[in-house]
Protein backbone atom coordinates (compact mmCIF):
# COMPACT_ATOMS: atom_id res chain seq x y z
CA UNK A 1 0.00 0.00 0.00
CA UNK A 2 1.40 3.43 -0.99
CA UNK A 3 1.55 5.81 2.42
CA UNK A 4 0.94 9.16 1.90
CA UNK A 5 4.22 11.08 3.02
CA UNK A 6 5.14 12.74 6.67
CA UNK A 7 5.63 16.40 6.95
CA UNK A 8 8.69 17.76 9.43
CA UNK A 9 9.20 20.87 10.09
CA UNK A 10 13.11 21.36 11.37
CA UNK A 11 13.53 24.44 13.68
CA UNK A 12 15.96 25.40 16.42
CA UNK A 13 18.68 27.08 17.21
CA UNK A 14 20.68 29.07 15.01
CA UNK A 15 23.75 27.74 14.75
CA UNK A 16 22.14 24.04 15.71
CA UNK A 17 23.28 23.19 12.31
CA UNK A 18 19.86 22.64 11.06
CA UNK A 19 20.32 23.56 7.53
CA UNK A 20 23.13 20.84 7.13
CA UNK A 21 21.34 18.26 8.45
CA UNK A 22 18.48 18.66 6.28
CA UNK A 23 20.59 19.15 3.13
CA UNK A 24 22.98 16.39 4.23
CA UNK A 25 19.31 13.80 4.31
CA UNK A 26 18.26 15.22 0.86
CA UNK A 27 21.47 14.29 -0.88
CA UNK A 28 21.99 10.89 0.95
CA UNK A 29 18.81 9.59 1.44
CA UNK A 30 15.68 8.88 -1.60
CA UNK A 31 12.18 9.16 -1.13
CA UNK A 32 12.51 13.44 0.57
CA UNK A 33 11.53 16.47 -0.92
CA UNK A 34 12.34 19.82 0.08
CA UNK A 35 9.69 22.59 0.22
CA UNK A 36 10.51 25.44 -1.96
CA UNK A 37 9.76 28.79 -0.28
CA UNK A 38 8.27 32.02 -2.22
CA UNK A 39 9.69 35.12 -1.17
CA UNK A 40 9.54 39.10 -2.58
CA UNK A 41 13.11 39.08 -2.28
CA UNK A 42 15.34 39.81 -5.20
CA UNK A 43 17.45 36.98 -6.26
CA UNK A 44 20.95 37.14 -5.71
CA UNK A 45 23.88 36.04 -8.27
CA UNK A 46 23.09 32.00 -9.38
CA UNK A 47 19.63 31.65 -7.75
CA UNK A 48 17.35 29.90 -9.97
CA UNK A 49 13.45 30.31 -9.99
CA UNK A 50 11.67 27.43 -8.31
CA UNK A 51 15.05 26.14 -7.24
CA UNK A 52 16.05 28.28 -4.47
CA UNK A 53 12.92 30.32 -4.26
CA UNK A 54 10.12 30.99 -6.31
CA UNK A 55 11.00 35.18 -6.73
CA UNK A 56 7.21 36.58 -6.92
CA UNK A 57 6.22 40.32 -6.91
CA UNK A 58 5.03 42.03 -3.19
CA UNK A 59 1.29 42.01 -5.08
CA UNK A 60 1.40 38.56 -5.96
CA UNK A 61 2.81 37.45 -2.09
CA UNK A 62 0.09 39.72 -0.65
CA UNK A 63 -2.66 37.95 -3.10
CA UNK A 64 -1.47 33.81 -2.24
CA UNK A 65 -2.03 34.93 1.15
CA UNK A 66 -5.23 36.19 0.69
CA UNK A 67 -5.95 33.10 -1.48
CA UNK A 68 -4.37 30.86 1.40
CA UNK A 69 -1.99 29.38 -1.00
CA UNK A 70 0.49 29.57 1.98
CA UNK A 71 0.62 26.88 4.55
CA UNK A 72 2.23 29.81 6.74
CA UNK A 73 4.40 32.90 6.07
CA UNK A 74 6.51 35.04 7.94
CA UNK A 75 8.49 39.21 6.86
CA UNK A 76 11.79 39.16 7.64
CA UNK A 77 13.02 42.76 7.56
CA UNK A 78 11.58 44.10 4.52
CA UNK A 79 10.52 41.08 3.01
CA UNK A 80 8.33 38.11 3.06
CA UNK A 81 9.09 34.02 2.92
CA UNK A 82 6.36 31.39 2.47
CA UNK A 83 5.68 27.95 2.09
CA UNK A 84 3.12 27.20 -1.33
CA UNK A 85 0.73 25.08 0.07
CA UNK A 86 0.03 23.18 -3.42
CA UNK A 87 3.47 21.62 -3.59
CA UNK A 88 3.72 20.50 -0.53
CA UNK A 89 0.42 18.32 -0.85
CA UNK A 90 1.44 17.32 -4.04
CA UNK A 91 4.39 15.96 -2.77
CA UNK A 92 2.95 14.41 0.24
CA UNK A 93 0.30 12.91 -2.00
CA UNK A 94 3.19 11.09 -3.86
CA UNK A 95 4.46 9.82 -0.56
CA UNK A 96 7.24 11.86 -0.45
CA UNK A 97 8.19 13.34 3.13
CA UNK A 98 8.56 16.32 2.55
CA UNK A 99 10.75 18.88 5.02
CA UNK A 100 10.20 22.30 6.02
CA UNK A 101 12.87 24.74 7.69
CA UNK A 102 11.15 27.32 9.39
CA UNK A 103 10.40 28.93 12.76
CA UNK A 104 8.44 28.21 15.64
CA UNK A 105 5.61 30.95 14.48
CA UNK A 106 5.45 29.07 10.95
CA UNK A 107 6.10 25.23 13.21
CA UNK A 108 2.46 26.36 14.91
CA UNK A 109 0.93 26.86 11.88
CA UNK A 110 2.23 23.99 10.42
CA UNK A 111 0.74 21.95 13.53
CA UNK A 112 -2.84 23.64 13.14
CA UNK A 113 -3.23 22.13 9.35
CA UNK A 114 -1.37 18.84 10.24
CA UNK A 115 -1.76 17.06 12.97
CA UNK A 116 0.11 14.14 12.01
CA UNK A 117 3.30 16.72 11.22
CA UNK A 118 6.61 15.71 12.44
CA UNK A 119 8.04 18.97 14.45
CA UNK A 120 12.09 18.51 15.21
CA UNK A 121 13.73 20.80 17.31
CA UNK A 122 17.60 20.62 16.78
CA UNK A 123 19.47 21.74 19.35
CA UNK A 124 23.75 21.47 20.14
CA UNK A 125 24.43 19.23 23.05
CA UNK A 126 25.31 22.31 25.65
CA UNK A 127 24.29 25.86 25.77
CA UNK A 128 28.32 26.42 26.43
CA UNK A 129 28.72 24.90 22.76
CA UNK A 130 26.07 27.01 20.97
CA UNK A 131 27.69 30.08 22.79
CA UNK A 132 30.82 28.62 21.05
CA UNK A 133 29.43 28.48 17.55
CA UNK A 134 27.77 31.59 18.07
CA UNK A 135 30.61 33.08 18.55
CA UNK A 136 32.29 31.89 15.68
CA UNK A 137 36.25 32.10 14.93
CA UNK A 138 36.00 35.06 17.46
CA UNK A 139 35.91 37.42 14.83
CA UNK A 140 32.19 38.51 15.94
CA UNK A 141 31.72 41.82 18.50
CA UNK A 142 30.59 40.92 21.78
CA UNK A 143 27.43 43.04 20.86
CA UNK A 144 26.64 40.42 18.16
CA UNK A 145 27.26 37.75 20.19
CA UNK A 146 24.90 39.32 23.02
CA UNK A 147 22.41 39.79 20.47
CA UNK A 148 23.06 35.83 19.06
CA UNK A 149 22.52 34.54 22.77
CA UNK A 150 19.15 36.78 23.22
CA UNK A 151 17.98 35.45 20.66
CA UNK A 152 19.13 31.72 21.64
CA UNK A 153 16.92 32.17 24.78
CA UNK A 154 13.87 33.35 23.05
CA UNK A 155 14.64 29.99 20.53
CA UNK A 156 14.24 27.75 23.73
CA UNK A 157 11.01 29.18 24.82
CA UNK A 158 9.38 27.13 22.14
CA UNK A 159 10.98 23.57 22.45
CA UNK A 160 8.33 21.74 24.37
CA UNK A 161 5.97 22.63 21.17
CA UNK A 162 8.32 20.37 19.51
CA UNK A 163 7.52 16.40 19.19
CA UNK A 164 11.10 15.79 18.89
CA UNK A 165 14.52 17.40 20.45
CA UNK A 166 17.48 16.40 18.29
CA UNK A 167 20.80 16.88 19.66
CA UNK A 168 23.07 17.44 16.70
CA UNK A 169 26.32 16.21 17.98
CA UNK A 170 28.16 14.73 14.99
CA UNK A 171 26.51 15.30 11.75
CA UNK A 172 26.65 12.11 10.13
CA UNK A 173 24.65 10.43 13.41
CA UNK A 174 22.82 13.20 13.43
CA UNK A 175 21.34 12.87 9.74
CA UNK A 176 21.05 9.31 10.43
CA UNK A 177 18.43 9.54 13.55
CA UNK A 178 16.52 12.09 12.26
CA UNK A 179 16.17 9.67 8.82
CA UNK A 180 15.32 7.03 11.24
CA UNK A 181 12.62 9.32 13.05
CA UNK A 182 10.89 10.39 9.88
CA UNK A 183 10.65 6.24 9.01
CA UNK A 184 9.58 5.55 12.49
CA UNK A 185 7.20 8.72 12.09
CA UNK A 186 5.30 6.24 9.31
CA UNK A 187 4.71 3.82 11.60
CA UNK A 188 2.58 6.06 13.67
CA UNK A 189 -1.04 4.65 14.02
CA UNK A 190 -2.83 7.76 13.01
CA UNK A 191 -0.96 7.56 9.68
CA UNK A 192 -2.11 4.02 9.37
CA UNK A 193 -5.77 4.21 9.66
CA UNK A 194 -6.45 3.20 6.49
CA UNK A 195 -4.55 -0.14 6.83
CA UNK A 196 -6.03 -0.69 9.91
CA UNK A 197 -9.98 -0.06 7.92
CA UNK A 198 -8.51 -2.60 5.27
CA UNK A 199 -7.39 -4.92 8.01
CA UNK A 200 -10.53 -5.35 10.64
CA UNK A 201 -12.77 -5.36 6.78
CA UNK A 202 -10.65 -8.20 5.46
CA UNK A 203 -10.74 -10.37 8.73
CA UNK A 204 -14.37 -10.13 9.37
CA UNK A 205 -15.20 -10.76 5.57
CA UNK A 206 -12.54 -13.68 6.13
CA UNK A 207 -14.82 -15.11 9.41
CA UNK A 208 -17.80 -15.33 7.61
CA UNK A 209 -16.81 -17.26 4.84
CA UNK A 210 -14.76 -19.88 7.04
CA UNK B 1 23.48 12.82 30.34
CA UNK B 2 21.62 9.51 31.24
CA UNK B 3 18.14 8.67 29.77
CA UNK B 4 15.85 6.73 31.66
CA UNK B 5 14.60 3.47 29.28
CA UNK B 6 11.71 3.71 27.22
CA UNK B 7 9.08 1.29 28.26
CA UNK B 8 7.80 -0.58 24.91
CA UNK B 9 4.78 -2.99 25.07
CA UNK B 10 4.15 -5.29 22.13
CA UNK B 11 1.03 -6.86 21.34
CA UNK B 12 -0.22 -7.90 18.25
CA UNK B 13 -2.60 -10.92 16.67
CA UNK B 14 -1.21 -14.48 17.17
CA UNK B 15 0.42 -15.65 14.44
CA UNK B 16 2.02 -12.04 14.30
CA UNK B 17 5.49 -13.39 15.31
CA UNK B 18 5.82 -10.63 18.24
CA UNK B 19 7.43 -13.45 20.25
CA UNK B 20 10.07 -13.96 17.56
CA UNK B 21 10.95 -10.57 16.76
CA UNK B 22 11.03 -9.68 20.52
CA UNK B 23 14.10 -12.72 20.98
CA UNK B 24 15.62 -11.95 18.39
CA UNK B 25 15.69 -8.09 18.87
CA UNK B 26 17.11 -8.50 22.76
CA UNK B 27 19.71 -11.32 20.91
CA UNK B 28 20.70 -8.78 18.80
CA UNK B 29 21.02 -5.29 20.21
CA UNK B 30 22.68 -4.04 23.12
CA UNK B 31 20.55 -1.75 25.80
CA UNK B 32 17.40 -3.95 26.08
CA UNK B 33 16.02 -5.62 29.38
CA UNK B 34 13.32 -8.42 29.08
CA UNK B 35 10.45 -8.32 31.88
CA UNK B 36 10.25 -11.76 33.53
CA UNK B 37 6.84 -12.07 34.31
CA UNK B 38 5.57 -13.97 37.51
CA UNK B 39 2.64 -16.61 37.19
CA UNK B 40 0.88 -19.41 39.30
CA UNK B 41 1.43 -22.01 37.31
CA UNK B 42 3.90 -25.16 37.29
CA UNK B 43 7.30 -24.49 35.85
CA UNK B 44 7.95 -27.11 32.88
CA UNK B 45 11.32 -29.37 32.17
CA UNK B 46 14.12 -26.97 31.43
CA UNK B 47 12.30 -23.25 32.86
CA UNK B 48 14.18 -21.93 35.31
CA UNK B 49 12.80 -19.38 37.97
CA UNK B 50 13.92 -15.51 37.49
CA UNK B 51 14.27 -16.77 33.79
CA UNK B 52 11.52 -17.38 32.17
CA UNK B 53 9.29 -16.86 34.66
CA UNK B 54 9.26 -15.91 38.36
CA UNK B 55 7.33 -19.21 40.05
CA UNK B 56 5.11 -18.26 42.97
CA UNK B 57 2.45 -19.53 44.77
CA UNK B 58 -1.36 -18.57 44.46
CA UNK B 59 -1.47 -16.81 47.80
CA UNK B 60 1.88 -15.12 47.04
CA UNK B 61 0.45 -14.00 43.80
CA UNK B 62 -2.53 -12.48 45.25
CA UNK B 63 -0.40 -10.81 47.83
CA UNK B 64 1.45 -9.29 44.98
CA UNK B 65 -1.98 -7.85 43.78
CA UNK B 66 -3.29 -6.50 47.25
CA UNK B 67 0.28 -4.77 47.89
CA UNK B 68 0.79 -3.16 44.27
CA UNK B 69 3.64 -5.31 43.05
CA UNK B 70 2.37 -5.81 39.21
CA UNK B 71 2.31 -3.23 36.50
CA UNK B 72 -0.54 -5.46 34.90
CA UNK B 73 -2.05 -9.27 35.38
CA UNK B 74 -4.16 -11.43 33.77
CA UNK B 75 -5.76 -14.88 34.03
CA UNK B 76 -5.45 -17.65 31.71
CA UNK B 77 -7.19 -20.89 32.40
CA UNK B 78 -6.04 -21.40 36.33
CA UNK B 79 -3.44 -19.46 35.76
CA UNK B 80 -2.27 -15.77 36.73
CA UNK B 81 0.57 -14.03 34.93
CA UNK B 82 1.96 -10.45 35.67
CA UNK B 83 4.77 -8.18 35.22
CA UNK B 84 6.49 -7.41 38.67
CA UNK B 85 6.97 -3.42 38.63
CA UNK B 86 10.32 -3.18 41.09
CA UNK B 87 12.27 -5.05 38.27
CA UNK B 88 10.73 -2.85 35.12
CA UNK B 89 11.49 0.28 37.16
CA UNK B 90 15.12 -0.94 37.87
CA UNK B 91 15.86 -1.79 34.48
CA UNK B 92 14.27 1.91 33.55
CA UNK B 93 16.30 3.98 35.60
CA UNK B 94 19.50 2.07 34.84
CA UNK B 95 18.61 3.36 31.36
CA UNK B 96 17.70 -0.11 29.64
CA UNK B 97 14.41 0.18 27.18
CA UNK B 98 12.36 -2.94 28.55
CA UNK B 99 9.76 -4.73 26.29
CA UNK B 100 7.10 -5.86 27.72
CA UNK B 101 4.74 -8.78 25.63
CA UNK B 102 1.08 -8.46 26.33
CA UNK B 103 -2.06 -8.41 25.39
CA UNK B 104 -4.31 -5.52 25.27
CA UNK B 105 -6.12 -5.49 28.99
CA UNK B 106 -2.39 -5.03 30.69
CA UNK B 107 -1.23 -2.89 27.66
CA UNK B 108 -4.00 -0.24 28.81
CA UNK B 109 -2.85 -0.77 32.38
CA UNK B 110 0.67 0.09 31.25
CA UNK B 111 -0.52 3.26 29.67
CA UNK B 112 -2.53 4.84 32.80
CA UNK B 113 0.74 3.99 34.52
CA UNK B 114 3.37 5.18 32.14
CA UNK B 115 2.16 7.68 29.86
CA UNK B 116 5.35 7.94 27.99
CA UNK B 117 5.24 4.50 27.01
CA UNK B 118 5.22 3.34 23.31
CA UNK B 119 2.31 1.09 23.07
CA UNK B 120 3.50 -1.19 19.20
CA UNK B 121 0.61 -3.51 17.00
CA UNK B 122 2.41 -6.39 15.32
CA UNK B 123 0.39 -7.38 12.79
CA UNK B 124 1.16 -9.49 9.27
CA UNK B 125 1.26 -7.33 6.38
CA UNK B 126 -3.01 -8.66 4.96
CA UNK B 127 -5.38 -10.79 6.81
CA UNK B 128 -5.21 -13.97 4.25
CA UNK B 129 -1.68 -13.75 5.53
CA UNK B 130 -2.89 -14.04 8.84
CA UNK B 131 -4.95 -16.58 7.78
CA UNK B 132 -2.32 -18.24 6.38
CA UNK B 133 -0.52 -18.27 9.39
CA UNK B 134 -3.07 -19.28 11.55
CA UNK B 135 -4.34 -21.86 9.39
CA UNK B 136 -0.63 -23.54 10.49
CA UNK B 137 0.56 -26.50 7.69
CA UNK B 138 -2.62 -28.00 7.01
CA UNK B 139 -2.99 -30.02 10.11
CA UNK B 140 -5.78 -27.93 12.41
CA UNK B 141 -9.29 -28.77 12.02
CA UNK B 142 -11.43 -25.85 11.21
CA UNK B 143 -13.45 -25.74 13.78
CA UNK B 144 -9.81 -24.79 15.80
CA UNK B 145 -9.22 -22.22 12.54
CA UNK B 146 -12.85 -20.17 13.36
CA UNK B 147 -11.87 -20.05 17.01
CA UNK B 148 -8.67 -18.57 15.84
CA UNK B 149 -10.07 -16.50 13.59
CA UNK B 150 -13.03 -14.73 16.12
CA UNK B 151 -10.00 -14.15 18.66
CA UNK B 152 -8.35 -12.23 15.72
CA UNK B 153 -11.36 -10.07 15.25
CA UNK B 154 -10.99 -9.54 18.90
CA UNK B 155 -7.74 -8.19 18.68
CA UNK B 156 -8.13 -6.08 15.76
CA UNK B 157 -10.46 -4.17 17.64
CA UNK B 158 -7.77 -2.64 19.73
CA UNK B 159 -5.33 -1.83 17.33
CA UNK B 160 -6.16 2.14 17.52
CA UNK B 161 -5.14 2.16 20.94
CA UNK B 162 -1.52 1.46 20.05
CA UNK B 163 1.07 4.41 18.99
CA UNK B 164 2.61 2.74 16.42
CA UNK B 165 1.44 -0.53 14.05
CA UNK B 166 4.38 -2.73 13.31
CA UNK B 167 3.70 -4.90 9.46
CA UNK B 168 6.08 -8.23 10.40
CA UNK B 169 6.09 -9.06 6.45
CA UNK B 170 10.26 -9.90 6.38
CA UNK B 171 11.99 -10.75 10.01
CA UNK B 172 15.13 -8.83 9.59
CA UNK B 173 13.66 -5.32 8.36
CA UNK B 174 10.63 -5.60 11.33
CA UNK B 175 13.72 -6.10 13.93
CA UNK B 176 15.36 -3.17 12.52
CA UNK B 177 11.94 -1.02 12.49
CA UNK B 178 11.63 -1.78 15.79
CA UNK B 179 14.73 -0.97 17.04
CA UNK B 180 14.61 1.86 14.86
CA UNK B 181 11.19 2.85 16.79
CA UNK B 182 12.24 2.78 19.99
CA UNK B 183 15.55 4.73 19.30
CA UNK B 184 13.40 7.34 17.61
CA UNK B 185 11.16 7.49 21.02
CA UNK B 186 14.04 8.63 23.10
CA UNK B 187 13.83 11.69 21.01
CA UNK B 188 10.37 12.66 21.99
CA UNK B 189 10.26 16.19 23.82
CA UNK B 190 8.55 14.22 26.70
CA UNK B 191 11.53 11.90 27.34
CA UNK B 192 13.54 14.85 27.33
CA UNK B 193 12.36 17.38 30.45
CA UNK B 194 15.88 17.21 31.84
CA UNK B 195 17.91 18.27 28.78
CA UNK B 196 15.57 21.11 27.81
CA UNK B 197 15.21 22.53 31.70
CA UNK B 198 18.74 22.26 31.67
CA UNK B 199 19.56 23.88 28.38
CA UNK B 200 17.15 26.44 29.04
CA UNK B 201 18.71 27.35 32.74
CA UNK B 202 22.13 27.43 31.29
CA UNK B 203 21.25 29.87 28.74
CA UNK B 204 20.32 31.96 30.64
CA UNK B 205 23.15 31.86 32.90
CA UNK B 206 25.32 32.59 30.02
CA UNK B 207 23.64 35.76 29.15
CA UNK B 208 23.75 37.06 32.40
CA UNK B 209 27.57 36.71 32.12
CA UNK B 210 28.20 37.86 28.85
New interface residues.
Given amino acids: MKHRGILTVLSGFSGSGKGTIMKELLSRRQGYALSVSATTRQPREGEVHGREYFFVSQERFQEMIRQGELLEYAQYVDNYYGTPRSYVLEQLEQGKDVILEIEIQGARKIRQQFPDALL??V?PP???E??RRLSGRGTET?EV??AR??R??QE??G??D??????NDELDACVS?LH??I???H???EN?GD??RQ??E??????EI?
Fill in positions: VFTSAQLLEIRMRAVSEMEYDCILVQSLRSWLRTNFIMKELNQLQQ
